[in-house]
């Protein structure tokens, strides 16, 4: 468990209370990275908790803040990259109760998690220009198609639609579509593919969500694109990630350390537990992670508990709180319900 900054350890500490209450016996080793280790190891990402996350080969992260424009290099993205989490999966779903434009939208966005602009390559040329560089290969191209397809397949998926802008970057976004057609054509007859110019995508995702089932786009557009499908399903407290890569994953919420509503207990740990959630499913255990989804849910549902992004003025300890409740009730409902009758 890495708590991470802003918000990140109350909604750490109520979400290992939810996982906990899971039925899935956890040992959690906690280490910090983020803002407040930087002063004893000079730096925000030390040494032990990479080496951590490669001994046990899963974490929850809680967000970590990253100073705009100068100071460290951005925690989140130096641990993809370190760690070779190449797929950032974040799925959108909506959720019963929340007032939002659509209530049937099922997209999962499957990001490219290692190249792009967010290589980090900058440079100014001379005092008043900077240039950025963005890449893209063929090897991680492919590599997070093949992913999207396989997530497809696994998960009973219809159609994959690739996310680009070749119609501009004919050499860069040009060699991610051209990749992505040709890992397509491995799953022709078993999921459809399709592809859309990332402006257009954004428009058709806020009129039509229906009309889409898996995205994959390159690391720019995966991060802005998965921001707006949060919004579609009841905003950044309710949207959950995961990292993945061949050795690790690492699973953490769409959503920031929100400094200002750090410590005030206002924050929503929906986004956190249900990433929870994702972890549980990755360790090969779907039944927790479907009594840990659907508490959530009802908790959300019947409207009562609920914290102020969503509408209520519950606080996260309260909204934790009513989900271990529910998990709880459930759990003594079933065991009612299979528990043999006393006769006579
Ligand atoms: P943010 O996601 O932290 O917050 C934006 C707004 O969304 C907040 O002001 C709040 O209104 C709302 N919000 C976010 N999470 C919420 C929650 N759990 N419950 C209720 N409301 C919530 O985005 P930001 O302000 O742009 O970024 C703050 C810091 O977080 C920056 O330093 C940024 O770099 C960092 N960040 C980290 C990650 C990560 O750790 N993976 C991701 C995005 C941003």
Known sequence: MIPGDGIGPELAEATRRVLD??????????????????????????EHVLESIRRNKVALKGPITTPVGEGFRSVNVTLRQTLGLYANVRPARSIQGLETRYDDVDLVIVRENTE???????????????????????YASERIARYAFEYAVANDRQKVTAVHKANIMKLSDGLFLESCRTVAADYDGRVEF???????MCMQLVQKP????????????????SDLCAGLVGGLGVAPGANIGTEAAVFEPVHGSAPKYAGQDKANPTALILSGALM??????????????????????????LTYDLGGSAGTRAFADAVIERLRNVDDAVAAASAPAVSG
Request: net charge negative; no cysteine; hydrophobic share 45%.
């Open 21 to 46: 209450a899971s039925g899935i016996e956890f040992e959690w080793e906690t280490v910090d990275a983020g803002e407040a280790v930087i002063a004893e190891y000079g730096t925000p990402l030390p």
């Open 116 to 138: 792009d602009l967010y290589a980090g390559i900058e440079h100014m040329v001379g005092p008043d220009a900077a240039e950025s560089i963005k890449i893209i290969t063929r």
């Open 194 to 200: 399709e592809d859309r110019i990332v402006d257009n």
């Open 210 to 225: 229906d009309l889409y089932d898996v995205l994959v786009l390159p690391n720019l557009y995966g991060d802005i694109v």
């Open 280 to 305: 549980l499913r990755h360790l090969g255990h779907p039944d927790a992670a479907e009594r840990v989804e659907r508490a959530l849910r009802a908790v959300i549902a019947k409207g009562e508990t």
